[in-house]
């Protein structure tokens, strides 16, 4: 289908034709995108991706938006973002450094510094031209600064979230912003079964929102809210990322207002994320 101006102009491409056209452009402004998935399954890597991709596709249209690049974990390498310019793009190795400088990166390593930064979202994102906001990971302070150790724990992080979730969700839509987090969960399942964990917040089960090819059986008893019911409603769009087998990785659209149910098989390489058309499926 011919994507309308409105999508065009506040789409951020993921850099697959299918992908792209199944989310009607990609990635949109004024919503929130989450990638949930375990431990070294490629959150950042797509992070990284969507970075550079946004900053090229603009640039290419003239528009000067920024990538605003909030790294809680440490895991932001810039001469990552180097090596998939150079191996995917090299037409645009000479203008690396313009890219980079598109970049804007904090690294919150507490709470407070993490909620300060979000406070003042609205005065950054309009100084810097933000068009793009990556917050990777959402969690990993709260989780490591209030362990659910007790439910005033379990409930002082719950209204951190929430209310983390809800400057994300205000700045998005106010701003005309495209808001992408990641969320870690642990893996627990045996190797017969589906790889979606308890700990993943994957599909708002509660409220009946299971995709159309999803079942019962898909989940198991392995799907429980994670970071409770106002982070799940404050998502619009939910990419699970799995393992396959010990190579291959796997991104399942989990939630989203306009792609039907659909897994994508993907690899990581030196020029980002490259995904297996031929190993893809769709309801």
């Known amino acids: 289908f011919d994507l309308s101006e409105e999508e065009k102009n506040g789409s951020y491409w993921l850099g697959n034709h299918a992908l792209d056209t ?10 929130i995108t989450e990638f949930a998935g375990p431990s070294g ?13 946004s900053v090229l596709a603009k640039k290419k249209s003239n528009c000067n938006i920024t990538v605003m690049y909030i790294d809680t974990e440490t895991a932001f390498r810039p001469e ?24 804007y990166l904090y690294q919150p390593k507490t709470v407070s510094s993490l909620s300060e930064i979000l406070e003042s979202l609205e005065v950054i994102a309009v ?4 068009g793009m906001l990556i917050v990777d990971s959402i969690a990993s302070l709260a989780r490591k600064e209030i362990p659910a150790t007790s439910s005033y724990s379990n409930i002082a992080r719950t209204n ?19 808001v992408v987090v990641t969320n870690q969960v642990t893996s627990r399942f045996a190797p017969e079964e589906p790889f979606i964990t308890e700990e993943i917040q994957a599909v708002d089960v509660e409220d009946g929102e299971l995709h159309p090819g999803w079942s019962d059986k898909t989940f198991s008893h392995h799907v429980t809210p994670a970071l409770g019911n106002t982070w799940t409603h404050c998502v619009n769009t939910r990419f699970i990322l799995q393992y396959t087998d010990s190579k291959s990785r796997q991104l399942i659209i989990a939630k989203s207002p306009v792609a039907p149910f659909a897994t994508f098989s993907y690899t990581i390489g030196e020029g980002g ?11």
Not at 87 to 101: A, F, G, M, Q, W
Not at 167 to 177: D, G, R, V
Request: glycine share 4%; net charge negative.
């Open 22 to 31: 199944m989310l009607h452009g990609g990635l949109h402004a004024g919503s």
């Open 41 to 53: 399954v490629g959150k950042t890597q797509w992070c990284l991706y969507i970075a550079i991709l």
């Open 80 to 103: 990552r973002i180097v090596e998939i310019i150079n191996n995917k793009y090299p037409e645009h190795t000479t203008e690396i450094k313009e890219y980079l400088s598109r970049i």
């Open 127 to 130: 100084e810097k031209d933000v």
């Open 160 to 178: 951190q979230l929430a209310s983390w979730a809800a400057k994300l969700k205000c700045i998005a839509q106010q701003l005309n912003i495209c």
């Open 273 to 283: 994320i490259i995904i297996e058309e031929h190993d893809s499926f769709y309801s």
